[in-house]
């Protein structure tokens, strides 16, 4: 459901109200209720989670991408709000061209544009788990329940080219905490896994970098 698209001042205001909750439940309730028998009535306690997100709007209503004016190499990607998203391919197009035409670098013949992605545990067939499995036990320890997703999927995700190091980075790669439980069971597996595979203090993992870390200390420990 939503967003609710409101307009905002502060560009920090992530603050939700339970009357815009309820604004959105009323306006989308009814395309559920379309959906039936598939799903059952709307039910306000079967949402799982709540998001929210500020859009970098610019008073243009455009995004702005352009060469900066002071630093070489640098272009400014801003202001990109809704359809960022499903406008990322063609930015990055744009982006592309600004660099040849006001740089002129030499191609990369070396660069691979195409990542293979990791193969996800829960949408193979019986047959390739077995032998996922045969290849790497690791597969077949499920460290979150809800979405299915194995070991081995968190252990590649922290050991890829770009490795996921934070809890948050670890579910949008393999859905870990994704699910109905929103991490409530695996997340303590996840960072131990975080904390054992990046050789680092359990303490010392976070949710999403910087400071965001989930322990503070041993609770002996505490005065
Ligand atoms: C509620 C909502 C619904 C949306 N729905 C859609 C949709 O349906 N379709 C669609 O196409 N688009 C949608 N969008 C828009 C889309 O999400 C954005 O356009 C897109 O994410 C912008 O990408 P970006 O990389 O420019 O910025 P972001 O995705 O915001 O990435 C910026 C990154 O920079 C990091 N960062 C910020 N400050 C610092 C700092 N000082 N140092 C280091 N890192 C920093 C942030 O943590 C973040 O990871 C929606 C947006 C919102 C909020």
Redesign the pocket.
């Known amino acids: 459901f939503?967003?609710t698209a409101e307009e905002v001042c502060d560009s920090e205001d992530v603050s939700t109200t339970s009357a815009g909750l309820e604004t959105l439940f009323s306006k989308f309730a009814p395309f559920l209720e379309r959906l039936k028998p598939h799903y059952e009535k709307p039910d306000k306690s079967k949402i799982i989670a709540h998001f929210a997100?500020?859009?970098?709007a610019t008073y243009k209503e455009d995004f702005i991408i352009e060469p900066s004016k002071k630093v070489k190499g640098l272009v400014h990607?801003a202001g990109?709000?809704?359809?960022?998203?499903?406008?990322a391919p063609a930015i990055a197009e744009r982006v592309k061209d600004i660099v040849i035409q006001e740089w002129h670098p030499a191609e990369n013949t070396d660069f691979e544009p195409v990542r293979k992605r990791s193969k996800r545990f829960s949408e193979i067939d019986p047959r390739e788990r077995a032998e996922l499995i045969r290849m790497n036990p690791l597969y077949g320890h499920i460290v979150c329940r809800c979405e299915h997703a194995s070991e081995g999927e968190i252990v590649d995700a922290l050991h890829r080219g770009i490795p996921a190091k934070s809890i948050d980075a670890i579910k949008r790669r393999t859905r870990a905490g994704m699910g109905r439980c929103q991490g409530g069971f695996c997340m303590p597996r996840v960072l131990e896994i975080i904390s054992r595979e990046a050789n680092i203090e359990k303490e010392l993992v976070t949710k999403s970098g910087g400071e965001s870390f989930i322990l503070s200390g041993r609770l002996k420990q505490v005065k």
Do not use: H
Not at 53 to 56: L, T
Not at 80 to 87: D, E, K, R
């Open positions: 939503g967003p997100g500020c859009r970098a990607v990109i709000q809704s359809p960022g998203l499903a406008s």
